[in-house]
Nanobody, 121 residues
């Protein structure tokens, strides 16, 4: 069992930056693939970024070059550094843990409660 808690969301102007954190419980954090997803009102939950056990990273095209995912296994934490934010990045951001490298939400087993990110124009 893994429990995930996201922090770091908030309101930021377009062009600004935010850093999201996701703290995981349990001693097996390093064995999981970690992902960030986001969901805007009335839309599906979309993949944002993922990081494998050996720290290979992968991103949605919409965030490549602007967002960076990283993990600190000693702190049981995964991060999402978001730069050059745009109003269309506004959503609830969720972190998730899974067994396989995937961009599909259904492949992730554990989810946090989400943190709101709002980017004003």
């Amino acid at each position: 069992q893994v429990q995930l808690v996201e922090t770091g969301g908030g309101l930021v102007q377009a062009g600004g930056s935010l850093r999201l954190s996701c703290a995981a419980s349990g001693r097996t954090f390093s064995s999981y693939v970690m992902g960030w997803f986001r969901q805007a009102p009335g839309k599906e939950r979309d993949f944002v970024a993922g990081i494998s056990r050996n720290r290979n990273t992968y991103y949605a095209d919409s965030v490549k070059g602007r967002f960076t995912i990283s993990r600190d296994n000693a702190k049981n934490t995964v991060y999402l550094q978001m730069n050059s934010l745009k109003p269309e990045d506004s959503a609830i951001y969720y972190c998730a843990a899974g067994e396989i490298t995937s961009v599909t939400p259904y492949d992730y087993t554990y989810w946090g409660q989400g943190t709101q990110v709002t980017v004003s124009s």
